[in-house]
């Protein structure tokens, strides 16, 4: 399942390589890809996203990364 949840602000930054063009991050550990699959589909997830982030947000950027 969901092991962790984070949040956080972007840094300002002058590189070129780093986006700072955001106002607030999540940061979500998941015990598997499976278990993120699972979550992504969830109906509180769904709802959450479409009535809680969406209207708050002007665009949601999703980055789905495997750390070992």
């Known amino acids: 399942g969901l092991l962790a949840v984070t949040c956080g602000h972007a840094l300002a930054s002058d590189s070129p390589v780093v986006d700072d063009g955001f106002d607030v991050a999540f940061v979500m550990r998941f015990a598997a890809p499976a278990a993120l699959a699972a979550y992504q589909t969830h109906p509180a ?4 996203v479409r009535d809680v982030l969406a209207p708050l947000a002007e665009r949601l950027v999703v980055y789905d990364v495997l750390v070992r």
């Open 45 to 48: 997830h769904v709802a959450a």
